[in-house]
Structure formats: C-alpha cells, structure tokens
C-alpha cells in the first residue's frame, strides 16, 4: 500500500534562518507532487507542484523553492526565512488512476520566530 | 489568478439541523473534491466530481457539481456532532494539474 512521510512534524527557526522540509512517498511510481500552507485557521494554499523529476510548478512567487531530486521525494526550502513563512505545510501526492485524490502527509508546523 | 471562494466561513447548527457549504470558481473546472478536515489533522478525501451537473450521494451526504462546472455544493442531512469541522473544495482548473483549495467552511455542530 501506499503511504506519504513528511518530517519534521514541528520546528521554531528564527527569522534569517534556513529551511528544509522533506517528503517521501512509498508504494506507487510517478505521482503528481505538491506543497501547501495553511495559516491558523484558514484553507490551504497551494505553494509547488510537481509532475516529475525535476519538473516543478511555482504557484506564488516569495522565498521558498522546491525540489525533486527523486521521483517520490519532494523537497521544500528557503535561505532565509521570514516571519510570514510561519505556518502548517502540507505535502500531498496523486496519480492519475482511479478518484486521483490527494493523499496528504501528517504535516509540518514551522514556527518563525 | 485562479481562485475557488466558500461560503459561508463559519456555520454553527443544532444536531439534526442540515448544513450547506458552497463552492465557486473563477474558472471552469476539470473536476472538483471535497475533503474534510478535522482540527490539528491533515485533510481527508470525501469525493471528486466530474460530470457537468452531477450528484453524488454519500449517506447524509450530498456533493452536485454545476452545469458550468465552475461552482460545487455539498449539503449534509441532520447533522451529527461527528461531522464538525472545516470541509474544503478543491478545484482542479482545466488543462492544468493543479488543485486550487477553496477558503473552507468550518462546521460546529452543537448537541
């Protein structure tokens, strides 16, 4: 079966510092990749997606970048990081086969402080 | 840029009232999900709509995709205090592979 592991689960970085948030997923080959944000309370942001190894899609322009090294790791990083960037970041995955739903990963919540 | 609004933000009910949320996009839609989203989790897939005018019926729900396919409703029958918390559309625009979440709508439901 399919399963989706996003680490770290929590981090508090100070402002300037950098970032890396990874995600993997296991059982299933050339899935459609992507990053969100959600800020206390609100609905989710799409941040990157991605349809392949090395292809990423930017959605909002700001700080942050994305990798995919592999075909089943999804990087998020920035250099320096900004009070703004606080948040719950999402990373999900899907294929194309059956409903193509979104299988979110238990998500990371960064802190900046 | 493309964006997908719900209505209302917020809605409390009494248990065994109905509930409505409603989707709408500025662009037209290849497909559109619902997920569900409980406080401190991630969200959690409902359905996916894809046919202009289409209903799908869960149990107590109902999920119905426009006839433009630009707008979605998901309406809940008699309530229960398992359904609280904040349900999202998201709609994938055509020709892209993306999914734009909708603002969500967070549901209490009160005993």
């Known amino acids: 079966s399919q399963t989706i592991h996003q680490w770290p689960a929590t981090l508090v970085q100070p402002v300037g510092s950098p970032l890396s948030l990874e995600c993997t997923v296991e059982g299933t080959s050339n899935p459609n990749l992507y990053w969100y944000r959600q800020a206390a309370g609100r609905g989710l942001q799409l941040l990157f997606y991605s349809v392949g190894i090395g292809q990423i899609s930017s959605e909002v322009p700001q700080n942050l970048s994305a990798s995919r090294p592999q075909d089943r790791q999804f990087i998020l990083s920035s250099k320096k990081l900004l009070l703004s960037d606080s948040g719950f970041y999402l990373c999900a995955w899907r294929t194309e086969q059956d409903t193509g739903e979104l299988f979110f990963g238990e998500g990371s919540r960064l802190t900046v402080l | 840029g493309q964006q997908v609004m719900q209505i209302p933000q917020y809605q409390h009910v009494q248990e065994g009232e109905d509930f409505t949320t409603y989707c709408n996009s500025s662009?037209?839609?290849?497909?559109i999900q619902w997920y569900k989203q409980r406080p401190g989790g991630h969200p959690v897939f409902l359905i996916q709509l894809v046919k202009s005018g289409e209903v799908k019926k869960q149990k107590r729900l109902t999920f119905q995709f426009g006839e433009a396919k630009k707008n979605s409703s998901l309406h809940i029958t008699a309530t229960q205090t398992t359904d609280v918390g904040t349900y999202f559309c998201a709609g994938r625009p055509s020709g892209t592979y993306k999914y734009i979440f909708g603002t969500g709508t967070r549901l209490k439901v009160l005993a």
């Open positions: 662009t037209t839609l290849s497909n």
